[in-house]
């Protein structure tokens, strides 16, 4: 099954730092999930693993949204990072730290140290800069970035800005990067988001502005060698990844820690933010010398009814009152099975409701509660191996390998499906036998190869349905050679 002895393998999964100008909603939950079910997953595998997420808290956007609502730039990103951390216990992610780009302890020495190696590497030059900025993205843009004069993403149009700026020679490296990308050396899924950042690089990578000018944005880290200058976004956010693990700090069990688990093995993102990850940090950490990370996974938008989420609609979904009125692993579930891992998804709450009932309440939860109903009047039950018929152990080795098969590729929606084969199994195996019609010795085999089946059952979902897995085997539990079963609550109630 799943659970494994302790190998000397690590690994290492990240989320992107979501942005803090407004509360978590349901699209960085479903990035958040994916992420803590490859971390759970590898958990058991044995693997030793390290989970890192956080918030992205400096820039223009910030300090406008700050203003807005009458608030310091720092007492706005301590509220809005504080409801993303929560997230934690609400979604329960497993994760193993939290970075916030506003900590001058433990973020600033790692992106300053970043940038000097940079600037030792000859990679940074200033010059005066004339372009266009998105205060959305927090980024230059180009006019190919534009549809009828507005940025493509956020629907506005850019304010044009003329000032001095330090900036990295990314150009430096377009076949380089291209090669990685193209050996594998640095994998990008999908396949098509691969091509994508491929023309890209094909059309040529141009240098990025580093820096802004401290008068026109103070909120941010100081650069080291001009205090003239703050770090713009790009060795400001993206050194998150190895800031976490103690990159520039001068305590040996930091820097112990970045040797440990640099490079990260996946990377998690949106489309959105392919080409930051996919060109210009990479080209970053080649610059500095540093290894690439391994796997960049893109994932898709959530849409709502059809419609981008939006503020001014009014229909952003808050992934809290999702969980406050249908448990955290129906969100969880939908967000897994129902959404492609690698492309956008729809969600309506009657769609929701329609998975919850056939997938959940029909399926996982009625399963259980039939089994546990049956065996709790013949429980405890003393069973060995030769009690399990062969078609019910095949059944669970070739789900069991099919899954593995499909976490190792992230195909997150097929490896829970191969899981579900087992709640459909065993419906079958029940309605074959009519366990009802049944007692002593047969009563007590068909409920022996059914719990089975849910002991199997339970470990896989267990990264992706932790809290259900926990309450199956409160009802269903092998202990020794005895199998304990007592009935409990509904997992899934209807709705």
Known sequence: ??????????????????????????????????????????????????????????????????EAVGKTPKEFVDEISGKFKALKKTLILSWDDFIRTSDQKRHWPGAQELWLKLYDAGKLYKKPYRGLYCVGH???????????????????????????????????????????????????????????????INEGLEDVSFSRPIKDLSWGIPVPNDPEHTMYVWCDALSNYISALGYGSTQNVDISKFQKYWPADVHMIGKDILR?????????????????????????????????????????????????????????????WDITPTGDGDFTYEKFEERYNSGLANGIGNLVARIAKLGETISPIVYSESDIIDNNRNTKDYVCEQYDKFIGDIKFNEA????????????????????????????????????FLIQALSELIEPFLPETAEKIRKQIKFVGDKIEIKKGDNIFPRK
């Open 276 to 336: 930051f990850h996919a060109a210009i940090w990479p080209g970053m950490l080649l610059a500095a010398g540093l290894p690439l990370p391994k796997t960049i996974f893109v994932h898709g938008f959530i849409t709502v009814g059809g419609e981008k989420m939006s503020k001014t609609i009014g229909n952003v979904i808050n992934p809290v009152e999702i969980v406050n009125k249908y448990g955290v692993d129906a969100l969880r579930y939908y967000l897994l």
């Open 416 to 451: 829970l499906g191969e899981a579900f084969v087992l709640v459909y199994s065993t419906d079958n195996y029940i309605n074959e036998t009519k366990p009802w019609t049944l007692k002593g010795n047969d009563l007590k085999k068909v409920i022996i190869n059914a719990s």
């Open 1 to 66: 099954m799943l659970k494994m002895a302790k190998t000397n393998k690590k690994f290492y999964v990240t989320t992107s730092i979501p942005y803090v100008n407004a509360d978590p909603h349901i699209g960085f939950a479903l990035e958040a999930i994916q992420a803590d079910v490859l971390a759970r997953y590898h958990r058991l595998r044995g693997e030793d693993v390290f989970f890192l997420t956080g918030t992205d808290e400096h820039g223009v956007k910030v300090v406008r949204a700050a």
């Open 138 to 200: 927090e980024a230059f843009i180009t006019e190919k970035d534009l549809i009828d004069g507005k940025c493509r993403d956020h629907q506005k149009e850019p304010e044009v800005i003329e000032e001095e700026n330090w900036f990295f020679k990314l150009s430096d490296y377009s076949n380089d990067i291209k090669s990685k990308i193209e050996s594998g050396e640095l994998k990008i899924v999908p396949e098509g988001r691969k091509n994508e950042i491929l023309s890209l």
